[in-house]
């Protein structure tokens, strides 16, 4: 049974960093796409970024370009998603998400999502 | 980057009414295209992926259709359990900015 766990909540300052956490077990990791998808508050999925581990090659969405860094450490199986220079409108809920097959960039399989909060 | 837009933004429907959710790609995607299902408090479910493939374990009043640039998403009768935020997106890019869908 696959299982992403992220890692729990985050209150940040603005202008500060963030790195949320997304381990995997229950199948093979590197050969998956893991992607990371955000939730403001009453608002739809905005998607980010995605990376494949065993290719170690990351993309991000235009609007993300420059301030989030996608990571993958696959000794531990466990994917990291950093964003820079927070600002309050990066309120939201973090979900990480694997494909559901090899290569796959159809997102079967979802974390439990980890709230960031940004405020002073 | 490919821009989603879906329609309606929100509707409301009767148990038992055919229910039609469009999703529309500023360029083609030829059959690149999933659609998820959202209920409060929950994360996303993957319902349909390659744009009419249904997911294992989804009921089969759900179904997809399209290819290139327009794209549907059916629910044949709308049971009170579908009571959610639909949303399409590029495979692994953009999604659609979601259709709420509640019973009348």
């Known amino acids: 049974q696959v299982q992403l766990v992220q890692s729990g909540t985050e209150v940040k300052k603005p202008g500060s960093s963030v790195k949320v956490s997304c381990k995997a077990s229950g199948g093979t990791f590197s050969s998956y796409t893991v992607g990371w998808v955000r939730q403001a508050p009453g608002q739809g999925l905005e998607w980010m970024g995605r990376?494949?581990?065993?290719?170690?090659?990351?993309s991000y969405a235009q609007k993300f370009q420059g301030r989030v860094t996608i990571t993958a450490d696959k000794s531990t199986s466990t994917v990291y998603m950093e964003l820079s220079s927070l600002r309050s409108e990066d309120t939201a809920v973090y979900y990480c998400?694997?494909?559901?097959?090899?290569?796959?960039?159809?997102?079967?399989?979802w974390g439990q999502g980890t709230l960031v909060t940004v405020s002073s | 980057d490919i821009q989603m837009t879906q329609s309606p933004s929100s509707l409301s429907a009767s148990v038992g009414d055919r229910v039609t959710i469009t999703c529309r790609a500023s360029q083609g995607i030829s059959n690149y295209l999933a659609w998820y299902q959202q209920k409060p408090g929950k994360v996303p479910r993957l319902l349909i992926y390659a744009a009419s493939t249904l997911q294992s374990g989804i009921p089969s009043r759900f179904s997809g259709s399209g290819s290139g640039t327009d794209f549907t998403l059916t629910i044949s009768s709308l049971q009170p359990e579908d009571v959610a935020t639909y949303y399409c997106q590029e495979f692994n890019s953009a999604f659609g900015p979601g259709t709420k869908v509640d019973i009348k």
């Open positions: 990376i494949i581990p065993i290719l170690r090659i990351a």
């Open positions: 998400a694997r494909g559901f097959y090899e290569s796959s960039g159809y997102y079967g399989y």
